[in-house]
């Protein structure tokens, strides 16, 4: 069974960071193509950064220079690093994962990012 679990959801002052965590289970973590996007409330889904089974990584041009992904393949665990946040970035961060070979793809249940003072 397939699970994606987030973490590290908060509320936090603008311009206060956080760092998400998502461990991954019952893949090969390091097969997948891993991406955190989030949904505010009466918006759609929209891709927040994504990163490549190589490594290779791409970002939201509101989230550039502020958020970092990464990812650590012997914890099958995506992290993403947010810095510097606005009370725009409040949301459901959620944690995708996708093997375009096999056909697969896989969501997390969310984690809340409440950004306000």
């Known amino acids: 069974q397939v699970q994606l679990v987030e973490s590290g959801g908060e509320l936090v002052q603008p311009g206060g960071s956080l760092r998400l965590s998502c461990a991954a289970s019952?893949?090969?973590?390091?097969?997948?193509?891993m991406g955190w996007y989030r949904q505010a409330p009466g918006k759609q889904r929209e891709v927040v950064a994504t990163?490549?089974?190589?490594?290779?990584?791409n970002y939201a041009d509101s989230v550039k220079g502020r958020f970092t992904i990464s990812r650590d393949n012997a914890k099958n665990t995506v992290y993403l690093q947010m810095n510097s946040l606005k009370p725009e970035d409040t949301a459901v961060y959620y944690c995708y994962a996708n093997n375009r070979r096999l056909g697969q793809d896989y969501w997390g249940q969310g984690t809340q990012v409440t950004v306000s003072s």
């Open positions: 990163m490549s089974s190589t490594a290779y990584t």
């Open positions: 019952g893949v090969i973590f390091s097969l997948y193509d």
